[in-house]
Structure formats: structure tokens, C-alpha cells
């Protein structure tokens, strides 16, 4: 890193300036629950760290039901909940330009998912973490772009591989060869 010296400089003093509590809050829940602790467990307390009360949900519409569990879980460990699905809205996706040629099912209505309206409703609810529940690639991206609040993720989307996408860097070689190619 002697060519970046510069970059490491600044961020190292990010830490210690802009982002020195969340920075804490974040390493402190790795080193309490490395290893231990799920997903879930560390994101709470991570927000318990970080003495955040509301905390958002942005699900996509096929995640609803586990969505819903992960609203309970929340609930009871003392967190306020708020939340968007992905489908809020209702825009047709011809709205951004795509042709019925190139929808998934040609011929049919295809509502568009809609991460910037999920990400305002939580701002306008008062969230103070949001947590994307299998958004879409891109719409993932939508909604971390326009989130005020600081965003985790849960669920990366992957319907192919029951929302696991690290099988298929686990099958390279075998099953997904196919990703080498073009």
C-alpha cells in the first residue's frame, strides 16, 4: 500500500473523526459475536451499540414472510420496526423504457420494484439502520444510494441458489463453470 499511503491516511482519520462511533459499534460486535453470533444477532447489536431504537426493513416482495419473522425477532428484542416491500408503488416498468420484448414475461404487466420509494419511506418513518431483505442487483444499489440512514444487509437476492450466492463461487469449477464465459 506504499502507492496509496495518501488513502490510507485519510480513511485512518475517518475513523477517528466522521466515523469513530460507528466504527466502534461495528468492531465491537464483530469481536463479541465472531463466530458465535447469526447474522440477526450481530446486526442487533450492532444497533444496540450504536443506541439505534427504529430500526427499517427493505424487503423484496418475495421475502415478505421471512421479512415478517424478522419484524418479530426485532420486535421482541426491543427495537421499533418499520418497513417497505419492494413492489411499493406500483410503476410499470415501461416507465423507465423497457420494451415487452425484454420483460421476463412478455405481454404481461410487470411492475417495477421501487427502492426509492422504499428508501424515503423509511426516512420519513425516522429509521436509524435499514436492513435490505433480498433486494434485487441494482435495486440493492438504488436503495444504498438513496437511504439517509446507514444500510445492512441480510438477504443478498440470488432465486436461483435459494438467496446463497456464494455457491456458486463454491461450485467454479464445477456446477457454474459457465460464469467464466461470456
Keep these: ?6 488513502i490510507l491516511e485519510g480513511a485512518s482519520k475517518l475513523y477517528q473523526d466522521e466515523y469513530k462511533d460507528m466504527a466502534y459499534a461495528a468492531a465491537l460486535a464483530v469481536e463479541r459475536g465472531y463466530m458465535k ?6 446486526t442487533m447489536e450492532f444497533a444496540r451499540l450504536m443506541k439505534y431504537k427504529k430500526l427499517g426493513i427493505a424487503s423484496c416482495v418475495g421475502l415478505a414472510q421471512e421479512s415478517a419473522i424478522l419484524e418479530r425477532i426485532l420486535r421482541a ?3 421499533q420496526v418499520v418497513s417497505a416491500i419492494c413492489k411499493t408503488g406500483g410503476i410499470p416498468v415501461e416507465h423507465l423504457g423497457i420494451r415487452d420484448e425484454d420483460k421476463s414475461r412478455p405481454g404481461e404487466l410487470h411492475v417495477m420494484c421501487n ?3 422504499q428508501a424515503a419511506l423509511l426516512d420519513s418513518a425516522g429509521s436509524q439502520l435499514n436492513i435490505m431483505m433480498g433486494l434485487c442487483v441494482g435495486h440493492d444499489a438504488l436503495f444504498c444510494k438513496a437511504s439517509r440512514a446507514p444500510v445492512t444487509t ?5 432465486g436461483v441458489l435459494g438467496h446463497n450466492p456464494v455457491a456458486a463461487i463454491y461450485n467454479h ?8 464465459h461470456k
Excluded: H, Q
Excluded at 1 to 6: K, L, P, S, T, V
Excluded at 173 to 180: C, D, F, G, Q
Design 1 to 6: 500500500m506504499i502507492i496509496a499511503e495518501d
Design 37 to 42: 453470533w447469526t447474522r440477526i444477532e450481530s
Design 77 to 79: 428484542n426491543g427495537f
Design 115 to 117: 427502492p426509492l420509494a
Design 154 to 158: 441480510l438477504v443478498a437476492k440470488d
Design 173 to 180: 469449477e464445477s456446477y457454474y463453470k459457465r460464469l467464466y
